[in-house]
């Protein structure tokens, strides 16, 4: 099926319209309620961990005998500071009562997800956006009313405020602005669909993902891999380890990479530190490169020699167009990297006020969109069907994830005195990333880690807020967001961006669950057992 074919059987303008109205419309009015219902609810704020900044600090500076580190130093753990922070954190969290039943939305929502594009009475309705949204506003909803009814009325405005404001809010925007200015960056020309070629698109897209996010590479780099494979019979594992190198693990290095990273950032990691991760990103990164080439070579031969001969005789050189929004692109980097309002600018006494860094990004898209030709876009066939897909689906999932992950922090004390190896952090988190969004995820087993019982000796990263959390329980958590991401659709929000241009170019993408279990475990649980033997134990 050409793009052109597919396209038309697309909602029409004023259905996505529609789509994108009620989606903002109905964050706006959740971001008033959380607002609104935040004072009512003023007395979990602890859940946060902000009530407890002067005690982690206080007991920071006990540990190093009166000296508070610096952030980013990495000093030895006392006794002390464990305990203190944990009796102070246990009681912070209640179980849910009736809990089976509030997680209840975020099952169903899963199984959406799943299912409901396999069924031949829904799959054609489950393709529009509009649909998408009303099943994850509706369940959303059903969240809402959990909240309201079997916990308490302060709960619901709380819950808000964290789902959408402390995390959605900033995940879309973050998203939005790399999926919009990389749009403008067009990729021309058309080369030889081989192994070879097909290879180097993966390496490229796989070592700038860190640099302008895996949003950016990969809305840069999908559309000219499918365009140089339109001749090729077999394209899915191309476009699935694309999902798998350029769309999740090749963001490894920086918080504009990976959005559970761009989390860590804004709990105060220092924004280099995950440069130390570039030995495991390399790591994975070449053994897939390799199992990849491998891959594609034996399914190339086995195409016919009038596909190669048809690739051959359509070679264009490369050229890039629109090169401008690479600066808006550093433009992003620099919102992520300078503006937080926990922080002053640097070199200025000033603190930024809240969503100021997002307004920065989308003054930057505003830009992006009045500065680049529209040719250059439409030579993308740039459209924002994906991006709304993943702002339909995710507004839906980060509302009904807020019970599963209210579980998960009551049980923390019981957790952390089972869970307190790396390697355990690595694939409880990267498990949970893969179902829940590792964006979340990442920052649920954050706290955990930052809150457990460490022996005394352990290295601590001392965080920008004056927490501290072990070094290597840290590294094991980013590696197990940011590379378990790639496991399902829902693991990371480029993934769902990636199999909707790929389906809108005709590419019959696996479901869910055959995604899961042709590919994900295949090909990359043999590659992470690999990581946590060298690595994590």
């Not at 499918?226 to 191309?238: A, F, G």
Request: aromatic fraction near 12%.
């Amino acid at each position: 099926m050409s793009i052109t074919e597919h396209d038309n059987s697309h909602p029409t303008r004023p259905r996505t319209t529609a789509a994108v109205f009620s989606i903002v419309a109905s964050i706006l009015i959740a971001i008033l309620l959380a607002v609104s219902l935040a004072g009512i609810g003023a007395h979990h704020d602890d859940d946060h961990g902000h009530g407890d900044d002067a005690v982690h600090a206080e007991v920071a500076a006990e540990t190093a005998d009166g000296e508070l580190p610096k952030p980013g130093d990495i000093y030895p753990q006392t006794a002390v500071t464990a305990e203190d922070t944990q009796d102070a954190t246990a009681a912070q969290n209640k179980m849910p009562a009736l809990w089976g039943l509030g997680i209840i939305p975020f099952v169903l929502l899963l199984g959406s997800i799943a299912v409901l594009p396999l069924i031949p009475a829904t799959e054609h309705w489950w393709h529009s956006n509009l649909s998408r949204y009303l099943v994850a506003m509706a369940l959303a909803l059903c969240t809402i009313a959990f909240y309201w009814l079997v916990m308490d009325f302060g709960r619901v405005g709380h819950m808000l405020d964290h789902a959408l404001l402390e995390e959605y809010i900033p995940f879309i925007v973050l998203l939005f602005s790399l999926y919009v200015i990389s749009g403008g960056i067009h990729l021309g020309g058309d080369v030889h669909a081989s192994p070879r070629t097909n290879t180097s698109f993966l390496a490229i897209g796989f070592l700038i993902a860190s640099f302008i996010g895996t949003t950016g590479a990969s809305m840069l780099l999908i559309r000219p891999l499918l365009k140089t494979n339109r001749e090729r019979r077999y394209k899915v594992h191309t476009v699935v380890m694309f999902i798998f190198l350029v769309s999740n693990i090749g963001g490894t290095l920086l918080p504009i990479g990976d959005p559970p990273l761009f989390l860590g950032y804004l709990q105060g990691v220092p924004f280099f530190w995950t440069f130390g991760l570039w030995f495991e990103w390399i790591v994975a990164g070449v053994i897939l490169l390799v199992v990849y080439y491998v891959w594609d070579s034996i399914l190339f031969r086995r195409e016919a020699e009038v596909v190669r001969v048809f690739s051959r005789a359509n070679v264009q050189p490369l050229r890039i167009s629109g090169g401008l929004n690479f600066l808006w692109l550093v433009g992003v980097i620099c919102c992520v990297a300078f503006i937080n309002p926990q922080n002053p600018l640097p070199f200025f006494n000033w603190t930024p006020f809240p969503f100021l860094r997002e307004l920065g990004m989308m003054a930057l898209v505003a830009i992006s969109l009045v500065a680049t030709r529209k040719a250059i876009r439409e030579a993308n066939q740039f459209d924002y069907h994906a991006i709304i897909e993943v702002a339909a689906i995710f507004v839906g999932i980060f509302i009904t994830m807020q019970v599963p992950l209210d579980v998960l922090k009551a049980a923390g004390t019981e957790i952390t005195t089972v869970i307190n190896e790396p390697w355990q952090y690595f694939w409880i988190t990267g498990g949970l990333s893969s179902v829940l969004d590792n964006a979340p995820t990442y920052l649920v087993f954050f706290k955990l880690a930052e809150t457990g019982v460490n022996p005394e000796g352990t290295l601590m990263l001392m965080l920008l807020g004056g927490e501290s959390i072990p070094v290597d329980l840290l590294v094991a958590i980013s590696l197990g967001a940011v590379f378990l991401g790639a496991m399902t659709y829902i693991g990371n929000g480029p993934n769902f961006m990636v199999k909707a241009i790929a389906e809108q170019a005709g590419v019959q993408m696996p479901s869910f669950f055959g995604f899961v279990f042709k590919y994900s475990i295949p090909v990359l649980l043999p590659v992470f057992i690999l990581i946590t033997v060298i690595f994590l134990l």
